[in-house]
């Protein structure tokens, strides 16, 4: 059996569907009700991966498990020593975390201190473990489908700052291999798309999916910082802006990792437009 925490995210909701059509058992956890259709055979279990008294009785019984952190979890909670106690307690002999490159290349971010402190717990709780850390996701995205529905633009800054952006669909199947397959324990993913893209790229591979023009209109720092300041932490907005706008060469470069673990290369991000453009439409 296959617990898979984050069951309804980006990641998750593409991640189950792969390990039922395996063949696999599974429980599709998340900390809020599942609205959704599951495929036959999927178990969901509502529970808190950063609450470990509600994540042991999911454990029961599985093999393995699937961690992602979202939300506030990524900087508050519980030792995450509590849940990989747990689940070497339940019988779990592989646990596969969903982390982030950042923690490779601004290893002293103070955005990702509990990531940090995920990946030493599960690399120590003795089991067979991989750690998954990929970079910007196609799925950021989203955050311009309204201003392209409504007025045919894209409001972004550091336009033409080009990052390797993945899609979590890559992410999900890596995951589903290294959670049934032998080979990959002991090893660190980083992940990322085939090519370093722009915003303003992206924008017209948008505009092109469309068959509509798709305005680029570039933000400054600050408009782009009271923004995202809406919604995100003070420390996760400013270490944001830094990678897009100054990213390292390391943040910058294509990793091999998708396709050494997949044995085909990484999906570029207009197949994930071409997948997602009803949000867009």
Do not use: C
């Not at 808190?48 to 990524?74: C, K, Q, W, Y």
């Not at 995205?141 to 080009?162: D, I, K, L, M, N």
């Amino acid at each position: 059996m296959i617990v898979v925490t984050g069951a309804t995210g980006n990641v998750g909701r593409t991640l189950v569907p792969l390990l039922a059509g395996a063949g696999e058992e599974v429980v599709a956890v998340s900390r809020r009700p599942h609205s959704g259709e599951l495929p036959d055979g999927v178990r969901y279990a509502r529970a808190d991966v950063g609450d470990s008294a509600t994540m042991r009785p999911v454990l029961e019984g599985a093999h393995a498990l699937f961690i992602l952190l979202g939300g506030e979890l990524n900087s508050r909670g519980e030792s995450p020593d509590a849940l990989l106690e747990g689940a070497v307690d339940a019988g779990v002999k592989r646990v596969v975390l969903l982390s982030s490159q950042i923690n490779s290349t601004r290893p002293d971010a103070v955005s990702h201190a509990r990531l940090r402190k995920y990946e030493a717990a599960v690399r120590a709780a003795g089991v067979e473990s991989v750690i998954l850390r990929p970079g910007n996701f196609a799925s950021n995205a989203f955050a311009w489908a309204e201003s392209v529905r409504t007025q045919r633009a894209v409001f972004a800054p550091f336009g033409e700052v080009a990052l390797p952006v993945v899609d979590p669909a890559d992410i999900a199947e890596v995951a589903a291999a290294a959670l049934r397959e032998d080979g990959h324990a002991g090893h660190t993913y980083e992940l990322t798309g085939p090519e370093a893209i722009s915003p303003r790229q992206q924008a017209a591979v948008i505009s092109e999916a469309l068959g509509e023009d798709v305005t680029f209109v570039e933000l400054t720092r600050e408009d782009a910082h009271a923004h995202m300041a809406r919604f995100m932490p003070e420390e996760v907005v400013g270490g944001t802006l830094d990678i897009l706008g100054a990213p390292l060469p390391a943040e910058q470069a294509v990793s091999p990792d998708v396709e050494r673990v997949l044995h085909r290369p990484a999906r570029p991000f207009g197949e994930w437009v071409a997948r997602n453009l009803p949000a867009f439409r």
